[in-house]
């Protein structure tokens, strides 16, 4: 049985284009924090490969809605080069980065 939190999600997603591309905006956030922290880096040190302060990654990890669309798809880009030990991760990354460009007109420019 679904909960309610399920449901709404659901729901405003059907019906909400702007919910729902901010919905799939905030899952790639999460799935940054989850590269980041298994390639064993801190929000500076991804933030110093990247030329960026750690509040930037910050900002892509936790609000990417407001993120800009470039560091979000660099930071992925970067992040699977760190981590690439499994075969299917580059097919995962590259529906990520597909939905990073189909979503960029939402987000912040760069």
């Known amino acids: ?11 405003n997603m059907a019906n909400d284009p702007q919910y729902a591309a901010a919905r799939h905006l905030f899952e790639l956030g999460e799935a940054l924090t ?3 922290e298994e390639a064993h880096l801190t929000r500076g040190e991804l933030g ?9 990654i910050a900002m892509v990890e936790e609000e990417t809605p407001r993120a ?4 979000l798809e660099a930071a992925l880009s970067m992040l699977v080069q760190i981590s690439s030990n499994t075969p299917r991760q580059p097919q995962v990354v590259a529906q ?3 939905t990073i ?10």
């Open 48 to 56: 110093k490969r990247l030329r960026v302060k750690a509040r930037d």
């Open 34 to 36: 989850l590269l980041r």
């Open 1 to 11: 049985m679904k909960d309610d939190l399920q449901k709404f999600h659901e729901q």
């Open 96 to 98: 990520s980065i597909r």
């Open 68 to 71: 800009p669309a470039g560091l």
């Open 101 to 110: 460009r189909h979503f960029r007109p939402t987000l912040a420019p760069v």
